[in-house]
């Protein structure tokens, strides 16, 4: 009986195998509509309604299904169906992947990410809370293909040949074959390719402008290319900046950016032997960075009220910078993240989290943790923005508690309003070993600040209705935030043991200056136009209030991790970071503050690159006296700036620190060997 049903079913495999083939196409066919179906169930299972598949996301993943199989036309008809079906179950498990991963991280797997999947480890128990049994769909056709799969590989060619064979059927001549996959595979793939850039460049055009450029967040690039087109984006991207975008950097070329870098160290090392180097050794950290907060705000008033009284106050017992910049560019955010943790310039174009969140770095988390510090991040939002999990992962914080670790009970802006982020995270925070670094990124005062009406506590004039006046409203909630705050510490017995330090990210993207006037009272000149958007508060309240203060010497986001160090007592003469401390018991001579644009200052004068590269063309700019001076008097200090933004793209883009730990180690363990040496010859002797 069993021989009897195994012939049936070998029969039945057999006749559609051939009827597949003469039908030509009816297998491509087959998967086309099989793996369109799998992406709008994908699309829909996600749960982003302003995601889910349109018309024109249906023609663009058409397109990269197309482009996916176009190949197969010059296989052989068995060839082609079995290419067809592995094809179908890799990309039904690409899927299904990135649904489990999305679930976790809310983003998309990437080549980084499968370089590390020590951060997919981290999913840990909670990978069964991540399935569902409606996930089946992905593969219930794997219970005809595989069984298919199977017969056409170890018996569907002689079947095939012998129902030929009985057919009578006689071969076409090859070129007359060659000729028709030709004219099928370029029709196909042309097909394909128009359904895929045309409908991509049409949304770069018009609502997705510079979504490539800046590449925030990986969800986003999808709901323009597609699933299938995300990760042949992904793919591109690696390579580009992995393998085709290297500059080869030659020995000579990383020897010199290393002694630049080294003496960078050396002036940090010069630096420790003042008392305040170890002065709050064991204290704990608290660092906040707050979004979109600049520093013209601090002090002003509006409508009798102060817009911030809870940092006005807190300013009168902190070290607080007057002149201390942001130094991002494209990265916004996590370029303020990531040079304010590891001390290095961000990246020109793009985001140094997305571009090379792989790569070796000196950052704050792991050098306290080497401490014996507990290391975590808070941020209430999606955990793939900004490639945050990958390049906190990186960082080696021990936990980063994203968007679905808190509980959403008051909704501000973006996300969580920033009062309940930063209990909540006073909740994780007061419950930590100690000494712990607690690092935390607001959200609240993101543009375009569209705050709750009962939110509005100020009366900001002629400036309601305004972009200004909603940005004045979410800063006064993010102040009264901070206020909380500072009272939860204090009851938490925090307070007079934790170094709290919090900075602006970026600028707040109002450009219409006229409103910055309205609000100051005042004409501003161009120099003061550029400082105002390029400079951020510095709040630093050491335990018992100690050296409070306006510091009125510059200061850089690259600045904070050393600044941090040297206070805690934390060496980092042999860590490779170009900032230097801003809280000293001697002063920094000739520090510089150098912008991601050209643009530098040292606290005198002000230097203001022209658009066509040309120092000479440049304009230089007397702090003091708000007047433009000796271009000449800039000059040096530009050639300085170029050199360290080349510098530190040098290092990055190649991985620099990584070679340089290495030698760094083997030097080290040469010097241990020839120490023993040296020990067992005073033995002999």
């Not at 911030?308 to 990265?331: D, R, V």
């Not at 050098?367 to 975590?376: D, I, P, R, S």
């Not at 419950?431 to 939110?455: C, G, K, R, V, W």
Request: proline share 3%; hydrophobic share 40%; with cysteine.
């Amino acid at each position: 009986m069993y021989a009897n049903n195994y012939n049936i079913v070998r029969r039945v495999m057999g006749s559609v195998l051939v009827r597949l083939t003469r039908l030509k196409t009816v297998d491509m066919l087959l998967f086309t509509v099989v793996l369109m179906a799998k992406l709008y169930v994908f699309s829909d299972f996600i749960g982003m309604s302003k995601m889910r598949m349109n018309g024109e996301d249906a023609f663009i993943e058409l397109g990269a299904v197309l482009l996916t199989i176009f190949w197969t036309i010059w296989l052989p008809p068995r060839g082609r169906i079995i290419a067809l079906i592995i094809i179908n179950m890799i990309l039904s498990f690409v899927m299904y992947a990135d649904l489990i991963y999305y679930r976790y991280f809310q983003d998309l797997v990437t080549v980084p990410v499968l370089m590390q999947m020590g951060q997919v480890d981290s999913l840990g128990e909670s990978i069964n809370t991540l399935l569902a049994w409606k996930d089946i769909v992905f593969f219930i056709d794997w219970a005809v293909i595989v069984p298919f799969l199977v017969y056409v590989i170890w018996r569907g060619h002689g079947d095939l040949r012998r129902a030929n064979e009985q057919a009578g059927r006689t071969s076409d001549p090859l070129w007359r074959k060659a000729v028709a996959r030709i004219i099928i595979s370029v029709f196909v793939f042309m097909l394909g390719s128009n359904l895929v850039f045309t409908n991509i460049e049409e949304a770069k055009r018009t609502w997705a402008q510079g979504i490539f450029v800046g590449a925030w967040w990986n969800v986003s690039i999808y709901n323009v290319t597609g699933e299938l087109g995300f990760h042949g984006f992904d793919i591109y991207r690696y390579a580009k900046q992995n393998w085709f975008d290297t500059s080869n950097v030659t020995a000579e070329q990383a020897s010199e950016s290393k002694t630049w870098i080294d003496e960078r160290g050396d002036a940090r090392n010069q630096l420790e032997k003042d008392a305040l180097f170890g002065a709050y050794k064991g204290s704990n950290v608290l660092m906040i960075q707050l979004e979109a907060i600049q520093n013209f705000m601090i002090g002003q008033s509006i409508g009798g009220e102060e817009v911030t009284p809870n940092m006005n106050k807190l300013i009168k017992e902190s070290a607080y910078f007057s002149q201390f910049y942001h130094q991002t560019a494209q990265g916004r955010t996590s370029d303020a993240d990531f040079a304010a943790n590891c001390s290095m310039q961000p990246v020109g174009n793009g985001s140094v989290f997305i571009q090379y969140a792989n790569h070796e770095f000196d950052c704050m988390p792991e050098t306290l943790k080497q401490e014996g510090y507990v290391a975590n991040v808070f941020h209430a939002y999606e955990g793939g923005f900004w490639n945050r999990n990958t390049m906190y992962h990186n960082m080696q914080y021990d936990k980063f508690y994203s968007k679905k670790h808190f509980t959403l009970n008051e909704k501000v802006g973006w996300s969580l309003g920033d009062k309940s982020f930063f209990q909540q995270s006073l909740d994780v925070i007061s419950e930590q070993n100690q000494p712990f670094y607690s690092f935390l990124i607001t959200l609240s005062s993101h543009h375009p600040y569209t705050m709750p009406a009962d939110q509005h506590k100020l009366n900001v004039g002629e400036l309601d209705g305004t972009i200004m006046g909603d940005y004045l409203q979410a800063t006064h909630y993010v102040d009264a935030a901070i206020g909380e705050l500072v009272e939860r510490m204090k009851e938490e017995g925090l307070w007079d043991n934790t170094i709290l330090l919090m900075y602006g990210d970026h600028d707040n993207s109002i450009k219409d200056m006229k409103l910055f006037e309205t609000f100051l009272g005042k004409s501003l000149s161009e120099v003061e136009q550029t400082m105002i958007m390029k400079q951020v508060p510095l709040i630093v309240h050491l335990p018992r209030g100690e050296h409070a203060g306006e510091y009125p010497n510059v200061g850089g986001q690259i600045d904070v991790t050393p600044t941090v160090m040297h206070l805690l007592g934390i060496s980092t003469a042999d860590k490779y970071m170009i900032g230097m401390p801003l809280i000293t018991g001697q002063p920094v001579s000739g520090h510089k503050v150098v912008l991601r644009n050209g643009y530098w200052t040292d606290g005198t004068v002000f230097f203001m690159p022209s658009a066509d590269g040309i120092a000479e063309n440049g304009k230089c700019w007397n702090i003091a006296d708000n007047a433009l001076t000796d271009i000449n008097g800039c000059l040096p200090g530009v050639e300085e700036a170029s050199t360290e933004l080349a510098m530190s793209d040098q290092i990055i883009a190649n991985d620099l620190l990584a070679d340089y730990k290495k030698q760094d180690a083997t030097v080290a363990q040469a010097g241990t060997k020839d120490d023993s040496s040296a020990q067992a010859s005073a033995g002999a002797q």
